[in-house]
């Protein structure tokens, strides 16, 4: 370490330390100036989280320097735009620690974040999506994280999320760092399966995921306990009440939050969970946005009232509050319309000193003859109209909505209505093969292999009474497969979804939909009912005929 730099200390002589950003049980992060390539980056400075171990112990140092190797072996082998790059390491004999030196992503962290307040569910979904790109990444490296919490994941200036700190992932085929009776991870964080000792496998990282992600919506930890033996147990063994604030997001916490790690979703099903959620969000925030029917100017019509009247709005029909929470914004759309309404009819009737407004201003009009009875024709010809004739109050401009044809509303959740789904999607997927296909009652979304290359696939939206969009999907992963939608006996969906309410102990569902994929639950085509109240929501699984196989009740 070698004077110099803003920050008086120049680590490798390269790297001037500028700024501390932060730090952890595991060392302290630093914003620098990399002086050969003249950019900034971050170091991380690794120190044991006792400082009475810093250097008085060569076996606990060797375990120290073990660990930051680790971590950079851990990164370099995964290229991912949700995961931390980097780019050098430092490790001198000279130097008291080693040294990580890093992208510098500038955002702040998740959890610096939160500390402002919870995030909207829309947000969380796609923070949620980025973090567990990076941790299927991860897992495909053979690569466990061990340690996913908000600190953890860094926010890029777009929003974007990055996971860092892999400094306790296990490497497959490593030899592990955890010493008798040490805790490896963030106990509030920290899957039930791992603080029973079984070191777990992938879906320890994604029970991690889901807390973080019932924590961001929500707020609050639900588990925290006043200390960390006491946390925990509760994580262990106390029931986890259900979000509140979740929304669409409620299913995927809920199937995610399974204590026992057989019943939760892989990677790729956790994913599609969320890319439901998504998809619900933005159309209940469609729905929450929509405004009136647009409204037209209907043409002046000079009339003559005995006494004007201050014009009146027109009331405008109010379409019907969107099924799901947040019902704030729609109301004052609502109610905004029919003040602009009032305000563009006051301001057409009066002129601009604020008397009643004077006839019309063409060179080719003039006001009407005051002998001519309200109602009959006038005179426009300014050589037969005197020049003295008083004004006639022109009508108040009528705002009226316009009345398009309304196309016909199908439930897609009835048997009928996903049949028809099915035939409007057949022509435009080119079959009816799907790799997954997520319908609500009145819009569904369908992942299918394109027709001209099969390991690729594109998305097909549809609403009601609309037309089909397609966008590109990406690359088929691997070994996916296929259902066809014909296979489905669609006359299933009532009792499905007349039991569902007691067999999940949701009474009076708010939110439903469902997913039918090829190979989620025992390796088979698939249908999951999910339903959400305002407590938050969850699902069972079907097979293909309506046979239940699994139900995953919300107090269970």
């Known amino acids: 370490m070698n004077a110099g730099g803003p920050g008086g200390q120049r680590i490798d002589d390269r790297f001037e330390l500028v700024e501390r950003l932060g730090g952890g049980g595991m060392g302290l992060v630093w914003r620098a100036w ?8 971050a170091l991380k400075e690794v120190r044991p989280p006792d400082p009475a171990m810093d250097g008085g112990d060569p076996a606990a140092t060797a375990v120290l320097r073990e660990r930051v190797l680790r971590e950079a072996r851990s990164l370099a082998r995964l290229q991912h735009p949700n995961v931390v790059v980097i780019h050098h390491i430092v490790d001198r004999p000279e130097l008291a620690h080693p040294w990580l030196v890093m992208e510098l992503v500038p955002g702040g962290s998740l959890d610096h974040r939160l500390k402002q307040g919870a995030l909207p569910p829309a947000e969380a979904v796609r923070i949620g999506r980025g973090v567990l790109g990076a941790l299927r990444a991860a897992h495909a490296a053979g690569i466990q994280h061990r340690d996913v919490k908000p600190g953890n994941v860094l926010l890029r200036a777009d929003g974007s999320p990055v996971l860092t700190d892999f400094g306790i992932a296990a490497l497959s085929g490593a030899t592990s760092l955890t010493t008798t009776g040490g805790l490896i991870g963030s106990p509030e964080y920290i899957a039930p399966e791992r603080i029973r000792g079984v070191e777990g496998d992938p879906a320890s990282d994604l029970w991690s995921l889901g807390m973080l992600l019932y924590v961001a919506v929500e707020g609050h930890h639900p588990l925290r306990r006043g200390t960390s033996l006491a946390t925990l147990a509760a994580v262990l063994d106390e029931p ?11 299913p995927a916490l809920a199937a995610v939050l399974a204590r026992n790690p057989g019943e939760r979703p892989d990677a790729a099903a956790f994913d599609r969970m969320l890319a439901a959620a998504e998809s619900a969000g933005v159309f209940e925030e469609t729905m929450q946005l929509r405004v009136p029917p647009a409204l037209q100017l209907v043409p002046l019509a000079p009339v003559a009232p005995a006494v004007p009247v201050p014009p009146v709005a027109p009331a405008v029909p109010v379409p019907p509050v969107a099924p799901y929470r947040r019902r704030g914004p729609l109301l004052a759309a609502a109610v905004a319309v029919v003040v602009l309404a009032g305000v563009l009819v006051w301001g057409l009737g009066q002129g601009a ?36 004739t008083p004004a006639t109050t022109l009508a108040p401009t009528t705002l009226a909505p316009t009345t398009p044809a309304a196309a016909p509303k199908v439930d897609f959740l009835t048997p009928a209505g996903a049949r028809a789904l099915v035939d409007t999607l057949r022509p435009a997927m080119g079959g009816t093969q799907v790799t997954e296909l997520t319908v609500f ?4 979304s369908a992942q299918a292999p394109n027709a001209a290359n099969h390991k690729l696939y594109d998305v097909f939206d549809y609403t009601s009474g609309g037309a089909v969009e397609r966008t590109s999907g990406g690359e088929l992963a691997s070994g996916t497969r296929t259902v066809d939608l014909q296979t489905v006996d669609w006359n299933a969906l009532p009792a499905l979804f007349a039991q569902a309410p007691a067999q999940l102990g949701i009474a009076h569902p708010t939110f439903r939909y469902i997913i039918v994929d090829p190979d989620w639950t025992n390796d088979a085509p698939t249908i999951r009912v999910y339903l959400a109240d305002d407590y938050g929501g969850t699902y069972l699984a079907a097979d293909v005929k309506g046979h239940v196989l699994k139900t995953y009740p919300r107090n269970s």
Do not use: Y
């Not at 990399?34 to 900034?40: F, S, V």
């Not at 407004?357 to 109602?375: D, E, I, M, R, V």
């Not at 009652?441 to 569904?444: L, Y």
């Open 240 to 250: 986890l009440p259900p979000p509140v604030r979740a929304g669409a997001l409620g």
């Open 353 to 388: 000193d604020g008397s009643a407004a004077q006839g019309a201003k063409s060179a080719h009009s003039a006001p009407p003859n005051p002998s001519t009875s309200a109602g009959a024709p006038t005179s426009t010809d300014p050589a037969t109209t005197p020049a003295t």
């Open 441 to 444: 009652p009145d819009h569904a």
């Open 34 to 41: 990399d002086t050969a390539l003249h950019r900034e980056v």
